[in-house]
T-cell receptor, first 110, second 112 residues
Framework: GDQVEQSPSALSLHEGTGSALRCNFTTTMRAVQWFQQNSRGSLINLFYLASGTKENGRLKSTFNSKESYSTLHIRDAQLEDSGTYFCAADFGGSNYKLTFGKGTLLTVTP | EAAVTQSPRSKVAVTGGKVTLSCHQTNNHDYMYWYRQDTGHGLRLIHYSYVADSTEKGDIPDGYKASRPSQENFSLILELASLSQTAVYFC???????????FGAGTRLSVL
């Protein structure tokens, strides 16, 4: 089965509101990275977390390594926040690869 | 912000033809990766490299080869392109473990 499960698969928000995206992992891992894929298809780095919480503007992410999940909170959503959000698990190991979830499609409407 | 440059940005290829996608990074990173993105599958790892002149298979290597002639350059080669290889391809790099992965802008490949 998938090692990285993202939920929800799609989410619609009105401008000014907020919500949380979640990633569950089926095994223990070293860290998680969050990306936004914008309308042009570019993958934008949001956070890399090995533990705890990081915050940047209207975005905040937490990583609970013991319970194997991570969340991305968006507050005061803006139109430019629309896009697909991916979490990627850094399981460690010799190849240092990231394993991606299937993404959450976020649509922010006026 | 680290720089990863992919070329071409888009390409149309014929079935059975050879396709080479190029990636160049100026970050002095040891690790480079090729991922493929298909709708509904997120990104999946094709090949990676941790040192020049060496490449390793990722999760979906069949039908692809990779080449790392220098630390800065990493190519993905489709010797006999097939319809099923139509996708967006992303190159990425990072220093090693425990640090941020940086992506290029992607190459949209259509095989007809």
């Amino acid at each position: 089965g998938d090692q990285v499960e993202q939920s929800p698969s799609a989410l619609s928000l009105h401008e000014g509101t907020g919500s949380a995206l979640r990633c569950n992992f089926t095994t223990t891992m070293r860290a998680v990275q969050w990306f936004q894929q914008n309308s042009r298809g570019s993958l934008i780095n949001l956070f890399y977390l090995a533990s705890g919480t990081k915050e940047n503007g209207r975005l905040k992410s937490t990583f609970n390594s013991k319970e194997s999940y991570s969340t991305l909170h968006i507050r005061d959503a803006q139109l430019e926040d629309s896009g697909t959000y991916f979490c990627a698990a850094d399981f460690g190991g010799s190849n240092y690869k990231l394993t991606f979830g299937k993404g959450t499609l976020l649509t922010v409407t006026p | 912000e680290a720089a990863v440059t992919q070329s071409p940005r888009s390409k149309v290829a014929v079935t059975g033809g050879k396709v080479t996608l190029s990636c160049h990074q100026t970050n002095n990173h040891d690790y480079m990766y090729w991922y493929r993105q298909d709708t509904g599958h997120g990104l999946r790892l094709i090949h990676y490299s941790y040192v020049a002149d060496s490449t390793e298979k990722g999760d979906i290597p069949d039908g692809y080869k990779a080449s790392r002639p220098s630390q800065e350059n990493f190519s993905l080669i489709l010797e006999l392109a097939s319809l099923s290889q139509t996708a967006v391809y992303f190159c990425a790099s990072r220093t090693g473990e425990g640090v941020t992965l940086y992506f290029g802008a992607g190459t949209r490949l259509s095989v007809l």
